[in-house]
């Protein structure tokens, strides 16, 4: 192969390649973490709800997911949803769909660690104010539960993102595929997957550096 | 719709199907394929974990060293360096850009590659758990070391981490069972492990939802040994009394 050529690091070549993939890549992140916290926290409910028939499918599922490869998950996605709606919805949109079901499993897992931390003396001072169940989450355990469980929420979105590039199993064009394929194009391949890494570092670096700040700020607050 | 689980008797050449479903001679059914995907997996997951256990030991003890402000700064570089690289990208760098920066790996099987990147991935994963489990401990108890006169490495071997290492099964079982896990990734360098088999006998068959199936279920039963004899070893290294208090973490 020889020696690489440094000269292949010209944005406004590889730019256009790499550009969709990146966008793709960051919304796939921010719509996953999204779907998956709102699903997450569902779920998280649903087994602290101390009605068997709502904890023991949630168990099921959760359990289920977290024992199955994130590759595993979206081949079978990808292999079922045109099945189930009777047409196919293309390799990005599966991954979506993916990402979401699959995030929530472990959303739910962070969401319900942080609502175990709440001590239940909380929650008996908001049943003894009169609230319902549904007004003592929302104004007093779930604000309390979510700070607590910022850092790992994000460390685990930042995880999420660098599990984007698994789409590469059912070929979407995320970020890594970007690079791959401005790597094919100009027959530069080496230095394209060696650009990647040094991009993914930067942006994960810069997004543990920010959690590692926020996680400082929640700790004085507590 | 009526499943046919004889396509595992299928002989994969010819699509005979072998009475007793292993071939004989040269012959290879699906079971046989699918077995012997699953011995790769295991062999990649197992050696990964070996090589992560050993530098994320070593990474993660460095980086709680008083006094030694560069091997604090090598072991922190380190976890940074292998943790904040997705996994697939780190496979593609062992497998295709490391060959390139040093010819005399082009000779290495592809195995051992994949090995080196899914074990230096989750190094990083096992030294921030052995730091954290090394820093939770009460500082009176390195303090205790040196007062009977122990140099650094004998306050380590003799009190720090026989102490800290059962605090981080409960962490490591996890990283054990994600290793597991993430050893599929190696599908994208054609290592022949379940992923693969998946992929590629789902195509032959035209019936990849019995192939998915069985290669889910081969997953979930290998995770779910390993938490079993992880288990088992922390509750034959447990310290009568010593109960480790679990935490919440991230990962997959």
């Excluded at chain 1, 194009?185 to 550096?209: D, K, Q, T």
């Excluded at chain 2, 074990?119 to 052995?130: I, L, P």
């Excluded at chain 2, 789902?202 to 990849?208: D, F, K, N, Q, Y």
Aim: proline share 5%; hydrophobic share 55%.
């Amino acid at each position: 192969m020889g020696n690489l050529d440094l000269t292949f690091f010209d944005w406004s070549v590889i730019g256009p390649f790499v550009w969709k993939g990146l966008i793709f890549s960051l919304w796939l992140t921010v719509v996953a973490t999204i779907g998956g916290v709102i699903l997450g926290t569902a779920l998280a409910l649903m087994r602290l709800s101390g009605k068997k028939w709502l904890e023991v499918p949630a168990a099921a599922y959760v359990n289920t997911m977290r024992s199955i490869p994130l590759v595993m998950v979206l081949l079978w996605f990808f292999l079922l949803i045109p099945f189930a709606i009777g047409r196919p919805i293309g390799a990005e949109m599966s991954a979506v769909v993916t990402f979401i079901a699959f995030e929530a499993a472990y959303f739910s897992e962070i969401v319900r660690a942080g609502i175990q931390s709440i001590p239940r003396g909380q929650i008996f001072a908001g049943q003894a104010l009169g609230m319902t169940y549904g007004q003592n989450m929302k104004l007093v355990i779930l604000p309390q539960a979510f700070r607590n469980m910022l850092p790992v929420f994000l460390t685990q979105t930042i995880i999420l993102f660098q599990d984007t590039s698994l789409v590469y199993a059912i070929g979407a064009y995320d970020m890594l595929k970007g690079f791959e394929t401005a790597g094919k194009n100009l027959g530069r391949p080496v230095e394209a997957y060696l650009l990647a890494a040094v991009v993914y570092f930067f942006m994960c670096y810069a997004l543990s550096w920010i959690v590692k700040r926020i996680q400082q700020k929640v700790q004085i607050i507590r | 719709m009526a499943w046919d689980w004889q396509l595992f008797c299928k002989e994969t050449a010819t699509g005979e199907i072998i009475a007793g479903c292993f071939g004989k001679g040269g012959d290879q059914t699906y079971l046989n394929w699918i077995l012997s995907a699953w011995g790769w997996t295991l062999t990649v997951a197992l050696a990964a974990l070996v090589v992560a256990l050993l530098m994320g030991l070593i990474m993660g003890t460095l980086r709680t060293l008083p006094n030694s402000p560069w091997l604090v700064r090598l072991g922190t570089a380190w976890t940074e360096l292998f943790r904040n690289i997705p996994l697939l990208v780190q496979i593609f760098l062992w497998y295709f850009v490391v060959p390139a920066i040093f010819p005399a790996l082009n000779d290495v099987p592809s195995v051992i590659l994949v090995i080196l990147a899914l074990g230096f991935f989750t190094s990083a994963r096992v030294s921030e758990q052995v730091r954290s489990g090394i820093q939770a401990l009460p500082r009176g108890q390195r303090y205790a070391g040196m007062a009977v006169g122990f140099t650094t490495p004998q306050t380590y071997r003799y009190v720090l981490l026989p102490m800290a290492l059962r605090i981080v099964i409960p962490p490591l079982t996890s990283e054990s069972m994600n290793i597991i896990k993430n050893s599929s990734v190696a599908f994208a360098v054609s290592i022949a492990e379940l992923t693969m088999f998946a992929r590629q006998a789902g195509e032959e068959t035209s019936a990849p939802v019995q192939m998915y199936l069985a290669v889910t279920v081969l997953y979930a039963i290998s995770a779910f040994t390993v938490n079993r004899i992880m288990r088992v070893i922390e509750q034959k290294t447990q310290v009568p009394g010593f109960v480790a208090a679990g935490g919440m973490g991230a990962g997959h």
